[in-house]
């Protein structure tokens, strides 16, 4: 048993425990509130909470069919919890010619029971909605919610896949678990937890309390951790908040001081620190709630203390350490963010996905989803594709079928390769079989990523037929299996990163072009002189959704203010801005497509919000919507807009602007980039404005480009988009080439004039 499970062996024993006598107690409660009829008591701390099989990861509804088909979701129970209760909200609908006597819906936890649904006749067809309770005793720390559907629809002899066997389960349905405080000890070795669990599918809601207005470095090391929360937060998302001097009432928030004196804040104590330290305490405001208090005698020493926790925290144990070296060995390089897919190398899927998850069985298994989150900046102009070589095992049936792998990319289908039966195979070939009667084929495709999305999904699907043998001889044995190696590849190397800017898609999906080293050790964060706490949550909320992006913590952010922004001159810049207290505002009027000064509201506008949004062009010229009306305008309501132009600071730079006419306004731009459900549309071009959730892309000018092409695909290129040069260049390449074969041929008449008179002299000669 390694360390880890050592140390979480007394925790998973008390858990277990303390559940055991929960269950006694509420069944003691719920047996005398019965009898007296009399309420049962809530124990204190007790809360509940719904999360639907969408949040739980079933993005698609569930699709039962044939006799017997099964599906499920995993669900998990935080650490510093104990489920009392739960229920399941389930909505569902199934075939009309459904047997009623002999067919239903089980609904089965950790593989146990908990309710069987009936299938009346009446009404099928119809989207029907049942609550199930689930006994408290059959869920444990990680478990699966499993939909079992069992259909006939004859009483005679069946076809086992027939058509009109199905049942649609919902992803809209809703598991309500009641819970528990259970109290976590104060120890490092178990951070993330209890600020993060990966066990909650929720998304990540934590507070950061500063003892005062924070200095620059202090808001580095909050960075820092904000973007290590939303990597670990990962596709559930993250929202920071923010506060001075208060201890929040209830649950878990991280802390930041900084002073060699002994501090107070709020109801916390905190003695001098000794140097970069890292602390969990209890909230001394609530028994069940955690503290994780970054410390040190100056803020750098607390930067220092946040660095530790973020890139060093699985060597940590105890209640509180302190950091005496910390040494940084090597930087990041350009594009190895490791959410990212690496573009210099081959990569293998066994890189993406465990072994155990590249592996199927059954005649219609689900789909194999390969995650692939490209780099945002790879140029796909005139490119065939990425090569994908995959090689691929599956079980080949004894006769003749219509079995076949299916490869598809984003639900498109690239692919479908036919699995030969062994009556079609030759000798040889069935010879090389495994001892699990598998063979082995290998096929390579290409991946074209012109329109792909950076979050892409490589789907591999077996699809095994059975042979009808005829009526009451249909015997469907489970015995089909399907693998992919781990050693197939896909290789983006052959792309070059280029990318024409302002782009705020790239923003809001990749945190590009700031994320493109992934401590984000080129990029600078401008914040108003008078930062409020509006403007400390945007910051550090945005600063989580980058590490969400990379799955690395900001380490290498830098935050200044106005004044300093000629020392980030080299760097890309996010300024944030409300209230009109942001000066570069009015420093850079002449580069921002908005402007808000003086009462007076400035708006360039283009045909962006008239043409078809959800489809891009590889050819950057083809997604350009420029200017072509300028409009002011003064009102009492102020607007919140995204924006994005090259710095007036060195050419290549990028500067993205998060502003508002109000401080509150910065937390609907802030919700945008996180996403969500009912936004009226997405974030893309160079200007964007947001009310709540209506997104209003209002300018697409792209007017400089960031990365680098080769000599030959630049010219290509350039000479594409200009036309004229095309021609200009062609005319003189033949004006050229024509020359040199002019002076060419000109020297070798030369040579031969010369070498004439020689011969006939020689020719004079008389013979001796």
Same mark, same amino acid.
């Given at each position: 048993?390694?360390?880890?499970?050592?140390?979480?062996?007394?925790?998973?024993?008390?858990?277990?425990?303390?559940?055991?006598?929960?269950?006694?107690?509420?069944?003691?409660?719920?047996?005398?509130?019965?009898?007296?009829?009399?309420?049962?008591?809530?124990?204190?701390?007790?809360?509940?909470?719904?999360?639907?099989? =969408?949040?739980?990861?079933?993005?698609?509804?569930?699709?039962?069919?044939?006799?017997?088909?099964?599906?499920?979701?995993?669900?998990?129970?935080?650490?510093?919890?104990?489920?009392?209760?739960?229920?399941?909200?389930?909505?569902?609908?199934?075939?009309?010619?459904?047997?009623?006597?002999?067919?239903?819906?089980?609904?089965?936890?950790?593989?146990?029971?908990? &309710?069987?649904?009936?299938?009346?006749?009446?009404?099928?067809?119809?989207?029907?909605?049942?609550?199930?309770?689930?006994?408290?005793?059959?869920?444990?720390?990680?478990?699966?919610?499993?939909?079992?559907?069992?259909?006939?629809?004859?009483?005679?002899?069946?076809?086992?896949?027939?058509?009109?066997?199905?049942?649609?389960?919902?992803?809209?349905?809703?598991?309500?678990?009641?819970?528990?405080?259970?109290?976590?000890?104060?120890?490092?070795?178990?951070?993330?937890?209890?600020?993060?669990?990966?066990?909650?599918?929720?998304?990540?809601?934590?507070?950061?309390?500063?003892?005062?207005?924070?200095?620059?470095?202090?808001?580095?090391?909050?960075?820092?951790?904000?973007?290590?929360? $939303?990597?670990?937060?990962?596709?559930?998302?993250?929202?920071?908040?923010? $506060?001075?001097?208060?201890?929040?009432?209830?649950?878990?928030?991280?802390?930041?001081?900084?002073?060699?004196?002994?501090?107070?804040?709020?109801?916390?104590?905190?003695?001098?620190? =000794?140097?970069?330290?890292?602390?969990?305490? #209890?909230?001394?405001?609530?028994?069940?709630?955690?503290?994780?208090?970054?410390?040190?005698?100056?803020?750098?020493?607390?930067?220092?203390?946040?660095?530790?926790?973020?890139?060093?925290?699985?060597?940590?144990?105890?209640?509180?350490?302190?950091?005496?070296?910390?040494?940084?060995?090597?930087?990041?390089?350009?594009?190895?963010?490791?959410?990212?897919?690496?573009?210099?190398?081959?990569? =293998?899927?066994?890189?993406?996905?465990?072994? =155990?998850?590249?592996?199927?069985?059954?005649?219609?298994?689900?789909?194999?989803?390969?995650?692939?989150?490209?780099?945002?900046?790879?140029?796909?102009?005139?490119?065939?594709?990425?090569?994908?070589?995959?090689?691929?095992?599956?079980?080949?049936?004894?006769?003749?079928?219509?079995?076949?792998?299916?490869?598809?990319?984003?639900?498109?289908?690239?692919?479908?390769?036919?699995?030969?039966?062994?009556?079609?195979?030759?000798?040889?070939?069935?010879?090389?079989? +495994?001892?699990?009667?598998?063979?082995?084929?290998?096929?390579?495709?290409?991946?074209?990523?012109?329109?792909?999305?950076?979050?892409?999904?490589?789907?591999?699907?077996?699809?095994?037929?059975?042979?009808?043998?005829?009526?009451?001889?249909?015997?469907?044995?489970?015995?089909?299996?399907?693998?992919?190696?781990?050693?197939?590849?896909?290789?983006?190397?052959?792309?070059?990163?280029?990318?024409?800017?302002?782009?705020?898609?790239?923003? +809001?999906?990749?945190?590009?072009?700031?994320?493109?080293?992934?401590?984000?050790?080129?990029?600078?964060?401008?914040?108003?002189?008078?930062?409020?706490?509006?403007?400390?949550?945007?910051?550090?909320?945005?600063?989580?959704?980058?590490?969400?992006?990379?799955?690395?913590?900001?380490?290498?952010?830098?935050?200044?203010?106005?004044?300093?922004?000629?020392?980030?001159?080299?760097?890309?810049?996010?300024?944030?801005?409300?209230?009109?207290?942001?000066?570069?505002?009015?420093?850079?009027?002449?580069?921002?497509?908005? #402007?808000? &000064?003086?009462?007076?509201?400035?708006?360039?506008?283009?045909?962006?919000?008239?043409?078809?949004?959800?489809?891009?062009?590889?050819?950057?010229?083809?997604?350009?919507?420029?200017?072509?009306?300028?409009?002011?305008?003064?009102?009492?309501?102020?607007?919140?807009?995204?924006?994005?132009?090259?710095?007036?600071?060195?050419?290549?730079?990028?500067?993205?602007?998060?502003?508002?006419?109000?401080?509150?306004?910065?937390?609907?731009?802030?919700?945008?980039?996180?996403?969500?459900?009912?936004?009226?549309?997405?974030?893309?071009?160079?200007?964007?404005?947001?009310?709540?959730?209506?997104?209003?892309?209002?300018?697409?000018?792209?007017?400089?480009?960031?990365?680098?092409?080769?000599?030959? +695909?630049?010219?290509?290129?350039?000479?594409?988009?200009?036309?004229?040069?095309?021609?200009?260049?062609?005319?003189?390449?033949?004006?050229?080439?024509?020359?040199?074969?002019?002076?060419?041929?000109?020297?070798?008449?030369?040579?031969?004039?010369?070498?004439?008179?020689?011969?006939?002299?020689?020719?004079? +000669?008389?013979?001796?």
């Amino acid at each position: 048993m390694n360390s880890t499970s050592s140390a979480f062996a007394p925790l998973r024993d008390l858990r277990r425990a303390l559940a055991r006598l929960t269950c006694a107690v509420l069944a003691v409660s719920a047996g005398v509130a019965s009898a007296q009829t009399l309420p049962a008591a809530t124990a204190p701390g007790a809360k509940s909470y719904t999360v639907t099989l =969408k949040q739980l990861g079933r993005n698609y509804p569930m699709s039962l069919r044939g006799v017997e088909a099964t599906d499920s979701v995993s669900f998990d129970v935080r650490a510093d919890s104990i489920v009392t209760g739960a229920r399941l909200n389930l909505q569902y609908s199934y075939s009309p010619a459904l047997l009623a006597e002999l067919s239903q819906i089980n609904v089965l936890v950790n593989d146990e029971v908990a &309710a069987s649904l009936p299938l009346p006749k009446d009404k099928a067809g119809q989207l029907q909605q049942q609550v199930v309770e689930i006994p408290a005793h059959l869920i444990t720390e990680f478990n699966r919610l499993s939909l079992q559907f069992i259909g006939h629809y004859t009483m005679s002899c069946e076809d086992p896949q027939h058509s009109s066997l199905w049942a649609k389960i919902s992803n809209a349905s809703e598991l309500g678990i009641d819970v528990s405080p259970l109290v976590l000890p104060d120890d490092l070795s178990i951070i993330p937890l209890p600020f993060f669990d990966r066990r909650d599918a929720r998304a990540l809601d934590l507070p950061f309390v500063f003892a005062a207005a924070p200095d620059n470095a202090t808001l580095e090391a909050a960075g820092a951790l904000s973007s290590w929360f $939303g990597a670990q937060a990962s596709y559930r998302g993250a929202r920071f908040s923010s $506060g001075y001097n208060r201890i929040p009432a209830s649950g878990n928030a991280v802390v930041l001081v900084s002073g060699p004196d002994a501090l107070q804040i709020d109801s916390l104590s905190l003695p001098p620190a =000794k140097g970069p330290t890292l602390t969990v305490m #209890t909230n001394p405001n609530d028994a069940n709630g955690k503290l994780l208090v970054i410390s040190g005698r100056d803020s750098n020493e607390l930067k220092r203390a946040a660095t530790a926790l973020v890139l060093g925290n699985q060597a940590l144990s105890g209640n509180s350490v302190v950091i005496d070296r910390l040494d940084v060995v090597q930087p990041r390089k350009p594009y190895d963010a490791p959410n990212w897919l690496p573009s210099d190398r081959p990569v =293998k899927l066994g890189e993406l996905l465990p072994a =155990k998850e590249l592996t199927v069985s059954g005649y219609n298994p689900g789909d194999i989803t390969v995650p692939l989150n490209f780099a945002p900046d790879l140029f796909t102009w005139r490119e065939e594709g990425a090569p994908l070589n995959l090689k691929y095992r599956y079980t080949p049936q004894e006769k003749s079928n219509n079995s076949s792998f299916i490869i598809s990319f984003n639900d498109a289908l690239i692919q479908s390769q036919n699995l030969l039966s062994q009556d079609k195979l030759p000798s040889g070939v069935l010879s090389a079989l +495994k001892s699990d009667d598998s063979l082995g084929r290998e096929t390579s495709v290409l991946l074209a990523l012109n329109s792909a999305p950076l979050q892409s999904r490589l789907q591999l699907r077996y699809m095994f037929d059975y042979i009808k043998q005829g009526e009451c001889n249909d015997i469907i044995i489970d015995n089909m299996r399907g693998a992919i190696d781990p050693e197939s590849t896909i290789d983006v190397s052959g792309y070059d990163h280029f990318i024409a800017m302002p782009n705020l898609g790239v923003f +809001k999906d990749a945190g590009f072009p700031f994320t493109r080293l992934a401590d984000l050790s080129q990029t600078a964060v401008v914040l108003p002189d008078n930062a409020g706490t509006a403007d400390l949550d945007a910051y550090l909320t945005v600063l989580g959704r980058f590490g969400n992006a990379t799955g690395y913590p900001a380490t290498g952010v830098q935050v200044i203010q106005a004044a300093q922004v000629a020392s980030a001159a080299d760097k890309d810049l996010l300024v944030l801005a409300s209230g009109g207290n942001q000066p570069l505002l009015a420093q850079w009027a002449d580069r921002l497509p908005a #402007t808000d &000064a003086d009462g007076q509201q400035v708006f360039n506008l283009s045909d962006l919000p008239m043409r078809v949004r959800e489809w891009f062009s590889p050819d950057p010229e083809a997604n350009l919507r420029r200017t072509r009306l300028a409009m002011a305008f003064s009102g009492g309501a102020r607007s919140t807009y995204l924006t994005g132009f090259e710095s007036p600071l060195k050419s290549g730079r990028s500067v993205v602007v998060i502003a508002s006419g109000q401080p509150q306004g910065l937390a609907d731009v802030t919700n945008a980039l996180i996403g969500g459900e009912n936004y009226t549309q997405s974030v893309q071009g160079s200007l964007v404005v947001v009310r709540g959730k209506n997104i209003e892309p209002l300018v697409a000018d792209e007017q400089y480009y960031v990365g680098s092409l080769g000599p030959i +695909k630049y010219l290509q290129w350039l000479m594409s988009r200009h036309v004229v040069l095309a021609l200009v260049l062609t005319g003189l390449g033949v004006i050229l080439l024509s020359g040199l074969a002019y002076l060419a041929l000109r020297a070798l008449a030369n040579r031969r004039l010369q070498g004439e008179p020689e011969r006939a002299v020689d020719n004079s +000669k008389p013979e001796a």
